[in-house]
């Protein structure tokens, strides 16, 4: 069974702080990671998406990539109280020519930001 | 607007009444796919389709049908619904499949009760 694995939480930090989520993965086969955010009762919405190892910067979001480690992580710099929500790791995997092509989403870590 | 639409957004049913939850996107993507989210295991894939007529079981099939007739719609059944069907169900395209970009677009959401 691939798997998809994400620090339970939940996970407060104050205003202004550094948000880490982590997740892992099973799968060495899986070749894309996205991170979604997903506010209570609505629906999941794209954060970051990175495919290489490395870091990969898109305003105050980081997400981070290591492939031998099987981890992505998501950084969010100066956290504001509108980052409170459920953050859900995804993995795509692939094979062209072929039709498989799913995606395994994480369980989702609740990061609340307090005030 | 560039959307997902499902319908019903609730239905409360009973068990082995046949029931359509009906997807369509007007953005004119490949892929779509069917999810269903319970508390603590985050989103599961059900069903997922590469293209019109081809679909392929996602990691809980069990107990669902989709078909793919046109490009824009993606309904699910359930022939014979049961009480652990119980759950909130998204639909989600994006635009191509096998690629390593495959930013998924939700829809509103279907919270389903089987009683």
């Known amino acids: 069974q691939k798997e998809v694995e994400q620090n339970s939480g939940p996970l407060s930090v104050p205003e202004g702080a550094i948000a880490s989520l982590n997740c892992t993965y099973s799968d060495r086969g899986s070749q894309s990671f996205f991170w979604y955010r997903q506010y209570s009762g609505k629906s999941p919405e794209l954060i970051m998406f990175i495919y290489s190892n490395g870091d990969k910067e898109d305003g105050r979001f980081t997400a981070q990539l290591n492939k031998a480690s099987q981890y992505v992580s998501l950084l969010i710099r100066d956290s504001q109280p509108s980052d409170s929500a459920t953050y859900l790791c995804?993995?795509?995997?692939?094979?062209?020519?072929?039709?498989?092509?799913?995606?395994?989403f994480g369980p989702g870590t609740s990061l609340s930001v307090i005030p | 607007e560039a959307q997902v639409t499902q319908n019903p957004r609730y239905l409360i049913t009973v068990t082995g009444k046949k029931l359509t939850v009906t997807c369509s996107q007007n953005m004119n993507h490949e892929y779509m796919s069917w999810y269903r989210q319970d508390p603590g295991l985050g989103l599961r894939q059900i069903y997922y389709?590469?293209?019109?007529?081809?679909?392929d079981k996602g990691d809980v099939p069990e107990g669902y049908k989709v078909s793919r007739k046109e490009k824009r719609n993606f309904p699910l059944i359930l022939e014979s619904p049961s009480p652990n069907q119980t759950s909130l169900y998204f639909c989600?395209?994006?635009?191509?499949?096998?690629?390593?970009?495959?930013?998924?677009?939700f829809g509103p959401g279907t919270r389903l009760t089987v009683l």
């Open positions: 995804a993995v795509n995997m692939y094979y062209r020519g072929t039709s498989y092509d799913k995606v395994i």
């Open positions: 989600a395209s994006s635009l191509m499949a096998g690629v390593r970009y495959n930013e998924q677009f």
């Open positions: 389709s590469m293209n019109v007529e081809v679909t």
